[in-house]
């Protein structure tokens, strides 16, 4: 990914998967079924959440991992 959008503190920038909407099998999935589906790739990382005593506490996930999406309405 490139620089265009860069986390500050404990941020991180998750890109959804895309699924399609037919298996392997040949069954097509339903609308309301691929919205449960809210897993992403992380593409970027912050350098984690500011200390008081002004080192950084690192986060808890790396490039490249696979997260939960939290949707709001």
Do not use: H, W
């Not at 919205?35 to 080192?55: D, Q, W, Y």
């Amino acid at each position: 990914m490139s620089k265009l959008f860069e986390p500050i503190k404990d941020k991180v920038i998750i890109k959804a998967f895309t699924y399609s909407n037919t298996l392997a099998s040949g069954v097509i999935l339903p609308d309301i079924a691929q919205e449960s589906l809210n897993i992403g790739k992380i593409e970027a990382v912050g350098p984690g959440l500011l200390l008081p005593n002004g080192s950084y506490d690192p986060p808890q996930c790396k490039i490249g991992g696979r997260t939960a999406i939290l949707r709001f309405c």
